[in-house]
């Protein structure tokens, strides 16, 4: 899929809007196989509602303040946006039961091995799992960049609600060298190769 053939939005960020992390849809739980990826695929929407891809990109003079956020991944390690400051950063919201999250994940994690030398953070946000469920799913996707388990408090999905809101899952937000969202997908990536190019664009921004 080609530049031309993206949906492209330029547009102000709206107004904060606080969201809650709250189990809004129905979470599937102790999914370890693809029925629901597969099911996704065949377009079976059956108890899931997620976003439709849409992309939305900001320009620079429209991306408002930085986000600042915290929180931990699953071993405990403490992980801030202060580890990503000034370079390019990739957040992908998400949860095991999700039926696209189970699809997109491994090409997540080949844009992440191809951008690990450019020095692209990868941080995946879970908002419903437990530490064995999500480390039951980055296992068996193969996915290698850290998730902050946000379930308990949703500090890192409020944090990026007061100017982008996330709106659906999974939702992947390209986050510039300055520490503002510069890009959204809402729902899941339609084509690697835009997430490819959002994040290119990203990496070519002077300060």
Avoid at 149 to 170: E, H, M, Q, W, Y
Avoid at 182 to 191: E, K, N, S, W, Y
């Amino acid at each position: 899929m080609t530049r031309r053939t993206r949906t492209r939005t330029r547009a102000r960020i709206l107004a904060p809007l606080v969201a809650t992390v709250a189990a809004a849809a129905l979470l599937l739980t102790g999914c370890t196989t693809d029925k629901l990826a597969e099911q996704y695929r065949s377009g079976n929407g059956q108890n899931y509602i997620a976003g439709d891809g849409t992309v939305t990109e900001f320009a620079a003079d429209n991306r408002g303040e930085a986000v600042s956020f915290s929180g931990k991944v699953a071993d405990g390690t403490p992980v801030s946006s202060k580890d990503y400051a000034g370079k390019v950063l990739v957040v992908n919201f998400w949860y095991a039961g999700c039926p696209p999250c189970r699809v997109e994940a491994p090409e997540l994690e080949k844009l992440s091995q191809k951008y690990k030398a450019d020095g692209v953070g990868f941080l995946g946000v879970n908002l419903y799992d437990s530490v064995g469920t999500a480390a039951s799913f980055e296992k068996e996707k193969g996915v290698t960049y850290p998730s902050v388990l946000d379930r308990d408090t949703g500090s890192v999905l409020l944090a990026f609600s007061k100017t982008v809101p996330p709106k659906a899952t999974p939702t992947t937000l390209v986050v510039d060298k300055k520490g503002r969202v510069a890009a959204r997908i809402l729902g899941a990536i339609p084509d690697a190769s835009i997430l490819d190019s959002l994040i290119s664009d990203a990496l070519a921004e002077t300060d």
